[in-house]
Nanobody
Framework: VQLQAFGGGPVQAGGSLRLSCAASGRTFSGYVMGWFRQAPGKEREFVAAIGRYGGSLRYADSVKGRFTISRDNAKNTVYLQMSSLKPEDTAVYYC???????????????????WGQGTLVTVSS
């Protein structure tokens, strides 16, 4: 599967942004999907994940209540709606797909086999 993330950009603290990740290749519903992020000088960290048919949502504690992951299997797209953004949310955001056919909704990088190129989100105070 090939993944392309887009929708990043500059935003003020307290604002909102929606990221999208378009997939192409094998049947999109065959993949658990996740979002990760990497801030300058830090390790890539888990943000959110969603099961193959939109259930089994998982979130990092740092984004619970502010971010919402969703997917549209008819459009081969996964979304990350980000609200109440904080400067510490500044990072490159990556979408990722798990192993084809797996139902494991993972929170670690090793559980995802395919990665998009990333989209930069910059939150100013």
């Amino acid at each position: 599967v090939q993944l392309q993330a887009f929708g990043g950009g500059p935003v003020q603290a307290g604002g909102s942004l929606r990221l999208s990740c378009a997939a192409s290749g094998r049947t999109f519903s065959g993949y658990v999907m996740g979002w990760f992020r990497q801030a300058p000088g830090k390790e890539r960290e888990f943000v959110a994940a969603i099961g193959r048919y939109g259930g089994s949502l998982r979130y990092a504690d740092s984004v619970k209540g502010r971010f919402t992951i969703s997917r549209d299997n008819a459009k081969n797209t996964v979304y990350l709606q980000m609200s109440s953004l904080k400067p510490e949310d500044t990072a490159v955001y990556y979408c990722a797909a798990g192993n084809y056919g797996s139902r494991v909704v993972g929170t670690t990088r090793s559980e995802y086999d395919y990665w998009g190129q990333g989209t930069l989100v910059t939150v100013s105070s």
